[in-house]
T-cell receptor, first 116, second 115 residues
Framework: NAGVTQTPKFRILKIGQSMTLQCTQD?????MYWYRQDPGMGLKLIYY???????DKGEVPNGYNVSRSTTEDFPLRLELAAPSQTSVYFC???????????????FGQGTRLTVV | GENVEQHPSTLSVQEGDSAVIKCTYS??????FPWYKQELGKGPQLIID?????GEKKDQRIAVTLNKTAKHFSLHITETQPEDSAVYFC??????????????FGQGTTLQVKP
């Protein structure tokens, strides 16, 4: 089972460059999330989506954009990379809430991004 | 707004001792509180969770307690082992309907279990 797949695993960007972090899941989950992880700061929510065509801002959305055209994919776009965006990025997905209650979030392996 | 505070940021215990990590949340609308464990170089993985209609839940050496009145919840690990060494995150989910689902994490606790 592939689960949540993130690409690339590592990337170095120059200031001002743009890139897209890819995330895909094969579990037919409704909810998808993007987090960034900085040392001592935990996981900060950037954007999330509750289904195809629906996205919403999290705690730290500035400098990022997302789209959710399909259930499987939730790419994160950095338009003008800044050193402050140096971080480890995690994508996650959840089936959502239902009669059985809440469900587990599954995380990808992360993308380590350095902006120089 | 939604916020989860986690303490301590680091915790060192001797093998066999217990470890306790505490979290508080700001918004009483949260009704689901999972705990995740992150090993080096990997994404976080769920280890236990608790819903707002339950006060305590156990799974072998791991237990979670929830105090809704005080808006805090705790992770308890008994008989710690070196393989318990990792970063632990608490989280809260906001929203009472299926149209929401914002999952907010605490700052993380680095647990070191000394042999």
């Amino acid at each position: 089972n592939a689960g949540v797949t993130q690409t690339p695993k590592f990337r170095i960007l120059k200031i001002g460059q743009s890139m897209t972090l890819q995330c895909t899941q094969d579990m037919n989950h409704n909810y998808m999330y993007w987090y960034r992880q900085d040392p001592g700061m935990g996981l900060k929510l950037i954007y999330y989506s509750v289904g195809a065509g629906i996205t919403d801002k999290g705690e730290v959305p500035n400098g990022y954009n997302v789209s959710r055209s399909t259930t499987e994919d939730f790419p994160l776009r950095l338009e003008l990379a800044a050193p402050s965006q140096t971080s480890v990025y995690f994508c996650a997905s959840r089936r959502g809430e239902g009669l059985g209650g809440d469900t587990e979030a599954f995380f990808g392996q992360g993308t380590r991004l350095t902006v120089v | 707004g939604e916020n989860v505070e986690q303490h301590p940021s680091t915790l060192s215990v001797q093998e066999g001792d217990s470890a306790v990590i505490k979290c508080t949340y700001s918004d009483s609308a949260s009704n689901y509180f999972p705990w995740y464990k992150q090993e080096l170089g990997k994404g976080p993985q769920l280890i236990i969770d608790i819903r707002s209609n339950v006060g305590e839940k156990k799974d072998q050496r791991i237990a979670v307690t929830l105090n809704k009145t005080a808006k805090h919840f705790s992770l308890h690990i008994t008989e710690t082992q070196p393989e318990d060494s990792a970063v632990y995150f608490c989280a809260g989910r906001w929203g009472g309907s299926s149209n929401t689902g914002k999952l907010i994490f605490g700052q993380g606790t680095t647990l070191q279990v000394k042999p």
